[in-house]
Nanobody, 125 residues
Framework: QLELVESGVGLVQPGGSLRLSCVAS????????IGWFRQAPGKEREGVSC????????LHADSVKGRFAVSRDNAKNTVYLQMNSLKPEDTAVYYC??????????????????WGQGTQVTVSS
């Protein structure tokens, strides 16, 4: 059974940076596409970024393009979300999730079989 744990809880000022990690246990991450989602209070969970089982397959939501980067280290069973130029509207609980093949839409919450517990990111001065 694949288990995911996010880390990188942070309070950061607008314009700052933060890196989140998603560490897997119980199985190798290699066959999975990994998505990052976020959920702000009172809002639906939304897809932020995704990296396919092939590291070159990367997608970002328009709201984070040019500011966020996603990468994976299969040897460490870890996926990273590097967040730069953070804005107050990026404040949310961030989740990583794993989607086994065949892969669906990167932002389809229902398409992911495994989820981490979430980690809070707060962007505030």
């Amino acid at each position: 059974q694949l288990e995911l744990v996010e880390s990188g809880v942070g309070l950061v000022q607008p314009g700052g940076s933060l890196r989140l990690s998603c560490v897997a246990s119980g199985s190798t991450l290699e066959p999975f596409a990994i998505g990052w989602f976020r959920q702000a209070p009172g809002k639906e969970r939304e897809g932020v970024s995704c990296i396919g089982s092939v590291a070159g397959d990367i997608l970002h939501a328009d709201s984070v393009k040019g500011r966020f980067a996603v990468s994976r280290d299969n040897a460490k069973n870890t996926v990273y979300l590097q967040m730069n130029s953070l804005k107050p509207e990026d404040t949310a609980v961030y989740y990583c999730a794993a989607d086994p093949p065949p892969f669906g839409r990167y932002d389809d919450v229902g398409g992911y079989d495994y989820w981490g517990q979430g980690t809070q990111v707060t962007v505030s001065s």
